[in-house]
C-alpha cells in the first residue's frame, strides 16, 4: 500500500479506532514491506507524526510503541513521555485533537447508526458522518416521540 494513502487514512478522523491500533497496524504495515522495518523507516518517520501518541496509555506506550523508538522524531516522544511524566498536562484545548474512536455503548446500535438516527431526529436529507456526532447527542423522550409516529 502506498504511503500516501496510509497518510489519508491516518489523517481521517472517520477512523474508529483507538490510537495503540493505528499504531500497530502502521508497525504492521511497515515490517511486510520489502526489506522489512529498516527498508520502511523513512516512510515511517514520516507518518508517526500522524500518530497522537499521548492517547496511549503509558503502560501501552512502554510494551508497544517504545522498541520502535528509533522510528519516532526525537521531539515526537520526548512530547509524549513529557506528557506522561507530568501529573498535570495543561494544554489549550486547540493543541489537542479529539479522540478518533467515538464509543458507543451499546449491543444494538453502532457509530453509523447513531449518526443515520440522528440525521432521521434532525430531519437532514442524508445522514451525518460519523465524526459529526457529539459525545453530548442524548436521544429525549420527543425523540423517541418524533421516531413513533413515523
Same mark, same amino acid.
Given at each position: 500500500?502506498?504511503?500516501?494513502?496510509?497518510?489519508?487514512?491516518?489523517?481521517?478522523?472517520?477512523?474508529?479506532?483507538?490510537?495503540?491500533?493505528?499504531?500497530?497496524?502502521?508497525?504492521?504495515?511497515?515490517?511486510?514491506?520489502?526489506?522489512?522495518?529498516?527498508?520502511?523507516?523513512?516512510?515511517?518517520?514520516?507518518?508517526?507524526?500522524?500518530?497522537?501518541?499521548?492517547?496511549?496509555?503509558?503502560?501501552?506506550?512502554?510494551?508497544?510503541?517504545?522498541?520502535?523508538?528509533?522510528?519516532?522524531?526525537?521531539?515526537?516522544?520526548?512530547?509524549?513521555?513529557?506528557?506522561?511524566?507530568? !501529573?498535570?498536562?495543561?494544554?489549550?484545548? #486547540?493543541?489537542?485533537?479529539?479522540?478518533?474512536?467515538? *464509543?458507543? +455503548? %451499546? /449491543?444494538?446500535? &453502532?457509530?453509523?447508526?447513531?449518526?443515520? !438516527?440522528?440525521?432521521?431526529?434532525?430531519? #437532514?436529507?442524508?445522514?451525518?458522518?460519523?465524526?459529526? *456526532?457529539? +459525545? %453530548? /447527542?442524548?436521544? &429525549?423522550?420527543?425523540?423517541?416521540?418524533?421516531?413513533?409516529?413515523?
Amino acid at each position: 500500500m502506498d504511503v500516501k494513502i496510509i497518510e489519508s487514512v491516518i489523517k481521517s478522523n472517520e477512523l474508529a479506532i483507538d490510537e495503540l491500533s493505528v499504531w500497530k497496524y502502521l508497525i504492521k504495515w511497515a515490517e511486510n514491506q520489502p526489506g522489512g522495518l529498516d527498508c520502511a523507516k523513512q516512510a515511517l518517520e514520516s507518518l508517526t507524526p500522524l500518530v497522537r501518541f499521548v492517547s496511549i496509555s503509558a503502560d501501552s506506550f512502554y510494551e508497544k510503541v517504545k522498541p520502535y523508538k528509533r522510528f519516532i522524531p526525537e521531539c515526537l516522544y520526548e512530547e509524549a513521555i513529557w506528557a506522561y511524566v507530568q !501529573l498535570t498536562v495543561k494544554r489549550s484545548k #486547540k493543541d489537542l485533537k479529539d479522540p478518533r474512536a467515538k *464509543i458507543i +455503548d %451499546s /449491543r444494538y446500535i &453502532t457509530l453509523h447508526h447513531a449518526a443515520l !438516527l440522528s440525521g432521521w431526529v434532525d430531519r #437532514k436529507p442524508t445522514a451525518y458522518s460519523t465524526s459529526q *456526532i457529539t +459525545d %453530548s /447527542r442524548v436521544f &429525549t423522550m420527543q425523540d423517541y416521540e418524533v421516531f413513533a409516529l413515523q
